[in-house]
């Protein structure tokens, strides 16, 4: 059983469009995460959030979103995408103690075309 | 603000052969540290953690890491190395008592050449 999955594997779209990524972890975990990873492989996180705390990076567009329907998932919205939104996205969880680290999902290799 | 540097953006090694990956952080309070392995195409594993207690720390695959709080550093080594361990290591930090937002370093690719 995969403990973190999200879809789609890949998503290739023009500028401009509306696209969600999907995740949901299976591990029981109360915080959930998104992070970019450009090209040179820098992790850039983008979202925290918990069932009682979202955390939102300063630095993120407004375009972005998340959404969380249930503890298990949290899904990330994309408004009218730009090139520069190019990225893999990876979504990943952990227990709210601290020390337990996070699982990844796969990842999401976006490409705006 | 804390902050994790990671001082070579790349490894080069031939197979069997020892490696050392290093990581040096900053933090004013206490702090947990990861590794973490990304293989081609795949999501980020945890190889290894140090929270408290022992300051050498051994994870998957073979690999331990050194926790020195006086140089502020959390090494990775494996003393023999294989083809397999081809991938972009990253080292991160919480602090204790933080956010539970990790903070990463930007990574180190090791190249195990045959």
């Known amino acids: 059983d995969t403990a973190v999955s999200q879809t789609p594997k890949y998503l290739v779209t023009q500028m401009g469009n509306d696209k969600s990524i999907k995740c949901e972890q299976n591990?029981?975990?109360?915080?959930m995460y998104w992070y970019k990873q450009d090209s040179k492989k820098f992790l850039k996180i983008m979202f925290s959030y918990n069932n009682k705390e979202l955390i939102i990076n300063e630095t993120v567009p407004n375009r972005f979103s998340p959404k969380s329907p249930d503890k298990a998932h949290l899904n990330l919205h994309i408004n009218s995408l730009e090139l520069g939104d190019s990225a893999v996205y990876f979504c990943?969880?952990?227990?709210?103690?601290?020390?337990?680290?996070?699982?990844f999902g796969s990842g999401t290799q976006l490409s705006v075309l | 603000a804390q902050s994790v540097t990671q001082l070579d953006s790349q490894v080069p090694v031939f197979e069997e052969a020892p490696v050392e990956l290093r990581c040096n952080y900053s933090?004013?309070?206490?702090?947990?540290l990861f590794w973490y392995v990304q293989y081609p195409n795949q999501g980020l594993q945890l190889l290894l953690k140090?929270?408290?207690?022992?300051?050498l720390v051994k994870g998957i695959n073979g690999f331990e890491a050194e926790f020195n709080k006086s140089q502020t550093s959390f090494h990775l080594r494996k003393p023999s190395v294989h083809i397999s361990d081809t991938a972009e290591y990253f080292c991160a930090l919480d602090e204790v008592g933080g956010s539970y937002i990790p903070t990463f370093g930007r990574g180190t690719s090791l190249i195990v050449h045959p």
């Open positions: 990943a969880s952990s227990q709210e103690r601290q020390g337990r680290g996070l699982f």
């Open positions: 591990l029981g975990h109360d915080t």
């Open positions: 140090y929270l408290s207690g022992s300051t």
């Open positions: 933090s004013s309070v206490s702090v947990y």
